[in-house]
């Protein structure tokens, strides 16, 4: 069982900045990718910035420039840092990851709960 667990998020004012964290736990062999994703009212949810065991990142056009995804420990920290935030910017964001958990067993993907991010005019 694999547990995500992401903080930082928040209320901010048009042009701020916050740093979202997510910890992963539980029975990891490896992980190839973790990102982090986004949804908002009436809206699918959509890919913000994604990272792999070897750092190779992409980001949405929406955020390129503004964002950065990192990851540490082998993928068991990730961080999302956002500057400039916009209004445009709020949803609930989630993290996560595909993970092996068993060495040469099936990759499965992973969520977190999310964490509220809100930018006021």
């Known amino acids: 069982q694999v547990q995500l667990v992401e903080s930082g998020g928040g209320l901010v004012q048009d042009g701020g900045s916050l740093r979202l964290s997510c910890a992963a736990s539980?029975?990891?062999?490896?992980?190839?990718?973790m990102g982090w994703f986004r949804q908002a009212p009436g809206k699918l949810r959509e890919k913000v910035a994604s990272?792999?065991?070897?750092?190779?990142?992409n980001y949405a056009d929406s955020v390129k420039g503004r964002f950065t995804i990192s990851s540490y420990n082998a993928g068991n920290t990730m961080y999302l840092q956002m500057n400039n935030l916009k209004p445009e910017d709020s949803a609930v964001y989630y993290c996560s990851a595909n993970v092996q958990t068993t060495r040469r067993g099936p990759v499965n993907d992973y969520w977190g709960q999310g964490t509220q991010v809100t930018v006021s005019s």
């Open positions: 990272i792999t065991k070897t750092d190779i990142t």
């Open positions: 539980g029975r990891i062999e490896a992980i190839f990718v």
